[in-house]
């Protein structure tokens, strides 16, 4: 089976500057992504799933930051009876 996704993503970032400054920041964003899935067996499950996921932009003091990243999954599953 092919399958589209999209989430809600959050993530928080702590920082210190060069000058005696710190903080924390909070990004929020969607990712959206693609996966496949096969169940190789009637026990056996196997999917690989890439995401991409782009956080908003945050500043604190002079930081400035806006985490992006793409994220890759595989996973085997085995299902007990």
Do not use: C
Request: no cysteine.
């Amino acid at each position: 089976m092919i399958y589209g996704k999209v989430s809600w993503q959050h993530a928080k970032g702590e920082f210190v500057d060069t000058l005696p400054n710190q903080g924390t920041t909070h990004h929020d964003g969607f990712g959206w992504g693609a996966g496949v899935d096969y169940a190789y067996t009637h026990n056996i499950e196997v999917r690989a799933e890439l995401q991409q996921i782009n956080l908003s932009r945050e500043s604190y003091s002079l930081s400035n930051s806006k985490p992006d990243t793409t994220e890759a999954t595989v996973y085997v599953g085995y299902r007990f009876n």
